[in-house]
């Protein structure tokens, strides 16, 4: 039994030894981002890419926080809330001429989504969670982008629920 032991303590302390150790590994830095500093930068902008980056974000909040709303996990569904408003203005930065579709959407749509949430009335959420996802689609319909229907998630994608 003590030989278990002492072998348990030395496991435990090689262990907690070696995550102490720096590593030799150092990323590779800038090895694939070449040219003059503006050709370096213009390569970086590319890699953010525009507001299509953002709307896989936005899609993936958005049925985050239909499931919050459902749950009546008002908290979490505020959290959805913030992350959309702010992936569309980030995503706003990289394509401005996006603007004035978002503006509706930025101004009037999500502070009502924010009213239903801070009253913690499930029904109204659902009124305004129908109201978000049409305007979804007219927006993708004004702005010319392939066109496709915003659903009403059926199924969860992720663990996180109340």
Known sequence: ME?????TIILILLTLFSCNKKEAYQPVQGKWI???????????????????????EVGYRYQELYWAGEDENWEYANYQLQKINKAIKLGLQRRPKRAASAENFLDYVIPEVRKSIQ????????NNFQMMRNNCTICHSVERVPSFTVRIPTERQSPIGK
Not at 3 to 7: A, H, N, S
């Open 3 to 7: 030989i278990t032991l002492k072998i």
């Open 34 to 56: 070449k040219g003059t500093e503006q050709e370096k930068l213009k390569m970086i902008e590319t890699q953010f890419r525009g507001f299509d980056k953002a709307m896989i």
């Open 119 to 126: 009253e913690k009335d499930k029904k109204l959420f659902q």
